[in-house]
């Protein structure tokens, strides 16, 4: 089955340590995208990347790092210059535009707890 | 620029009752319209989508009506379940050249047996 795969489901991490967070998609497609949710809140945006080795930042980007270098893979670092780690992560990817109505296609989640 | 805005929750409903969830937006051009669904600790799911104006999505019993006059997109079921117990949001296609999607701050629906 395609789809995509988040690992860990949870994260226990001690303060100043840097921690990535994985994100693996078999879906074929191009565009791939880290949302951060914290509790009773909507989504909002890291990064996203449309291309291998390509990739810009979202609303929410200071204290992340990402890289793009397979199709299938966009980790997500998250950096001990980021003052609230501790959330929610949701992985997306979606078709190129053009060839699809723009929807996302969601894994299901890192929760990361940062003491 | 482009938003969404939705109903505040918590929705808290009886089974079988009958359910709207009211989406708004503001958006240059011709978004696509979506809602999600996100059961506890679990990433989000399309649940239905309408690509232009008048288009109906629809998907498990939930139908929504994509009305540019009016600029929404509300969600109805007419006979909620338990298991239809979710936080629901509501997304737009950005613009840009690519395929942002700007959410909706979600709505929890409780439904009560």
């Known amino acids: 089955d395609g789809g995509i795969t988040q690992s860990p489901k949870y994260l226990f991490r001690k303060e100043g340590q840097n921690v990535t967070l994985s994100c693996e998609q078999n879906?074929?497609?191009?565009?791939m995208y880290w949302y951060r949710q914290d509790p009773g809140q909507g989504l909002r945006l890291i990064y996203y990347?449309?291309?291998?080795?390509?990739?810009q930042k979202g609303d929410i980007a200071e204290g992340y790092s990402v890289s793009r270098e397979k199709k299938e893979s966009f980790p997500l670092t998250v950096t001990s210059a980021q003052k609230n780690p501790t959330a929610f992560y949701l992985c997306?990817?979606?078709?190129?535009?053009?060839?699809?109505?723009?929807?996302?296609?969601f894994g299901p989640g890192t929760r990361l707890t940062v003491t | 620029g482009n938003s969404v805005t939705q109903m505040e929750g918590p929705v808290t409903l009886s089974e079988e009752a009958f359910l709207t969830i009211n989406c708004t937006y503001t958006?240059?051009?011709?978004?696509?319209l979506f809602w999600y669904v996100q059961y506890p600790g679990e990433g989000l799911q399309l649940l239905l989508k309408?690509?232009?104006?008048?288009d109906k999505g629809s998907n498990k019993g939930f139908e929504a009506t994509y009305r540019k006059e009016t600029t929404s997109f509300h969600l109805e079921k007419g006979s909620v379940q338990v298991s239809d117990s979710a936080v629901y949001f509501c997304?737009?296609?950005?613009?840009?050249?690519?395929?942002?999607?700007?959410f909706g701050a979600g709505t929890r629906l409780a439904v009560h047996p």
């Open positions: 997306a990817s979606s078709r190129p535009p053009g060839q699809g109505a723009y929807e996302q296609y």
């Open positions: 879906l074929n497609h191009d565009a």
């Open positions: 990347s449309q291309i291998v080795n390509d990739f």
């Open positions: 958006a240059t051009g011709y978004p696509s």
């Open positions: 309408a690509t232009k104006a008048d």
């Open positions: 997304a737009l296609s950005g613009s840009g050249g690519y395929n942002k999607l700007i």
